[in-house]
């Protein structure tokens, strides 16, 4: 086992995936949003697992995302979230993923990419209710499915809008805007296998209004809430474990100041030990001096400046090198969740679990 590594417990995966699938009425499909490696868990094991509990599709950031889960052998449809330039179109139609077009995409280059490689490509139409990101306006939709007629190798395959607010309290600006997108599918060709979709992982949760026939559900895949102001909550639980042994034990001096910039000194003796993980392997630098682990079930807080590769904790007598440190996830008695990490680093877990790229990922069922 590598000493420091991010656990990956595929029976919290599936136990997730299950309960948001069951909280989902059945004529309600389900796909895996697993952009960004599954915000740091694996992409292609949680679509495994995904697949097994009666998902439909995938969806990914960029075409390479996409690439790399057909390379792997999935053969659902994979769609791709972010608009594409023409290099990504080429990729996209090699691997047959579904890619979003709105009115600012150059439709004559996806054309002549699709006629090309002798495929009609499956194109959504994403629609911006409010979000202001990415999308056709509700009152262009018309306009554009006119012009998207004209281009015989490009298939419409449904429509989508993302809601900026669903995780909020306040409700309703996120209706406001699934009313807006209602507007927007009143103009287009629904018929049965037309896709519609607008659920997030909030969506999901609270508004049963967004459900449509296809839910996107990230975050709540991996453990969070999406936030704690929602009304209703799931059953989840956290996937990920990061996990470490302390590499050295020493003894601080009262006066003496410890790691970069001398930002805590101790005010009496007192013993440290250093942990090999640092803000390079994605831990939050935002954490010196305000975070804490586990050693033993116990909480120790980290002391001094977070490095790139290694961090300093206060420690009892007992501890000793070797020993396992539990930087998130569950230890004896004690737990430090991904939610606490994300307050303490003062962001949200989408971003916390992302960051962790360096170190290796072990998969455990437990
Ligand atoms: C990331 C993303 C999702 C999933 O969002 P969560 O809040 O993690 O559930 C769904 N739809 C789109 C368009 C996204 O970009």
């Known amino acids: 086992m590598p000493v420091s590594y991010m656990e990956i417990n595929l029976n919290a995966l599936r136990h997730n995936l299950r309960v948001i699938r069951q909280h989902l009425p059945k004529e309600v499909n389900v796909l895996a949003v697993v952009k960004a490696n599954a915000y740091g868990h694996g992409a292609v094991e949680t679509l495994r697992i995904a697949m097994e509990e009666g998902y439909t599709a995938a969806a990914v950031a960029r075409v390479e995302e996409g690439a790399k889960l057909r390379e792997a052998g999935f053969t659902c449809p994979i769609y791709v979230l972010g608009l594409p330039l023409p290099e990504d179109m080429l990729m996209g139609v090699k691997y047959d993923l579904t890619l979003p077009v709105d009115d600012t995409v150059d439709l004559d280059a996806f054309e002549d990419i699709a006629k090309g490689a002798g495929k009609t490509v499956e194109v959504m139409m994403p ?85 449509h026939n296809l839910a996107r559900p990230g975050i709540i895949i991996y453990g969070p809430q999406p936030s704690d102001e929602m009304e209703h909550k799931l059953d989840l639980q956290y ?22 910039g001398g930002t805590y000194v101790a005010d009496k003796d007192m013993k440290t030990a250093t942990v090999p993980i640092g803000y390079a392997d994605g831990y939050p630098r935002c954490l010196s001096n305000k975070g804490e682990v586990l050693i033993g079930g116990k909480r120790c807080p980290i002391v001094g400046r977070i490095c790139m590769d290694q961090f300093m904790v206060a420690v009892d007598d007992s501890v000793k090198p070797g020993d396992e440190v539990i930087l998130m996830g569950r230890q004896g008695e004690g737990e430090i969740t991904l939610d606490e990490v994300a ?24």
């Open 239 to 260: 996937v990920m474990r990061i996990v470490s042994h302390v590499t050295h034990v020493q003894t601080l001096h009262k006066g003496e100041a410890i790691g970069y």
């Open 127 to 211: 629609i911006d209710t409010g979000m202001n990101r990415i999308g056709t306006h509700p009152e262009d939709v018309k306009p554009f499915l006119k012009k998207l007629a004209g281009y015989p190798h490009l298939h419409l395959h449904g429509t989508w809008t993302h809601m900026a607010t669903a995780d909020c309290k306040d409700k309703s600006a996120a209706l406001k805007q699934l009313d807006r997108f209602d507007e927007a599918i009143a103009q287009m060709p629904v018929t049965d296998d037309f896709v519609i979709s607008s659920a997030n992982s909030a969506g999901v949760i609270d508004i049963p209004k967004s459900w």
């Open 343 to 366: 307050k303490t680093a003062g962001t949200i877990p989408h971003e916390i679990t992302c960051d962790l790229k360096r170190i290796p990922r072990v998969f455990v069922e437990k």
